[in-house]
């Protein structure tokens, strides 16, 4: 028995497994806490330095912020390490810290570095009230708070 389009086969089968490599090796490597870039927050955003607001109870809300760094090739490797490890973000929620996810994403088309803090809360996560929601940016200790007020719908 003769095979037919030998050649042709082989070249498939390599371009496939070419191919499944590349794309394994092209998509992004999760680290603990970091998506690159974030998903799509899904909700209202409260944003810590607008004013207060007032908000239902029954719908998703996520806190974000963070930071941008142009010309990100251009700056030395300490200031590129100074900006990835000394710039965070704290959030207090009536005095209790909570625990954020972090991710870091470079815009090669901008030459720009973006560090973010993140986190999201399901609809009917709130009881009805009142809430202090105090942000901290570090190094430079600059602080935000603000009251939300969760109400029912």
């Given amino acids: 028995m003769k095979m037919r389009n030998t050649g042709a086969f082989l070249t ?3 371009m496939s497994l070419f191919l499944s490599t ?4 092209a998509a992004p490597k999760l680290g603990k806490g970091q998506t690159f870039p974030p998903p ?4 209202t955003r409260i944003d810590l330095t607008e004013s207060n607001v007032a908000l239902s109870t029954d719908a998703p809300t996520y806190v974000i912020h963070g930071w941008d760094l142009d010309s990100w090739k251009t700056r030395t ?3 590129q390490i100074d900006f990835l490890e000394k710039n965070t973000f704290e959030l207090y929620i009536n005095g209790e810290r909570v625990e954020l996810r972090s991710w870091k994403h470079y815009y090669a088309d901008e030459d720009r570095m973006k560090t973010g803090f993140y986190v999201e809360f399901d609809a009917d996560h709130f009881e009805p009230g009142t809430y202090s929601f105090r942000g ?3 190094p430079d200790n600059d602080k935000e708070t603000i009251i939300v007020k969760f109400q029912l719908p």
Avoid: S
């Fill in 12 to 14: 498939f089968l390599a």
């Fill in 22 to 25: 590349t794309i394994t090796f």
């Fill in 40 to 43: 799509k927050l899904d909700g």
């Fill in 77 to 79: 490797k300490e200031e």
């Fill in 136 to 138: 901290i940016w570090r």
